[in-house]
């Protein structure tokens, strides 16, 4: 069992920052892979960030690309999503990901956090 939890979320202006962090826990045997994903009311979840675990390499959706980054602190099994130039369209739940292929064969993987709101006021 692997519990994903995220924090940081919270009502911020337009234009501010907001920086949230998910650490995971439990039996952790390996990580391919953490990212972030976000649902507004109404909308699919979409995806904002991923960072590969060995290599550190990072991509991005292309409607945060160059506003938010991506990071991680693999000793702590953290991994964290700096959010600069929030607008109102960026109102979501954040949800973190972990694993989004298995780390070796019959492994489980996708594992998901409860999410933590993001709200930018205009």
């Known amino acids: 069992q692997v519990d994903l939890v995220e924090s940081g979320g919270g009502l911020v202006q337009a234009g501010g920052s907001l920086r949230l962090s998910c650490t995971a826990s439990?039996?952790?045997?390996?990580?391919?892979?953490m990212g972030w994903y976000r649902q507004a009311p109404g909308q699919e979840r979409e995806f904002v960030a991923r960072i590969k675990w060995d290599s550190g390499v990072a991509s991005y959706g292309s409607s945060v690309e160059g506003r938010f980054t991506i990071s991680k602190n693999g000793a702590e099994n953290t991994v964290y999503l700096q959010m600069d130039r929030l607008g109102p369209e960026d109102t979501a739940r954040y949800y973190c990901?972990?694993?989004?292929?298995?780390?070796?064969?019959?492994?489980?993987?996708?594992?998901w956090g409860p999410g933590t709101q993001v709200t930018v006021s205009s």
């Open positions: 439990g039996r952790i045997l390996a990580t391919t892979d």
């Open positions: 990901n972990k694993d989004s292929t298995p780390s070796a064969p019959g492994r489980p993987y996708d594992y």
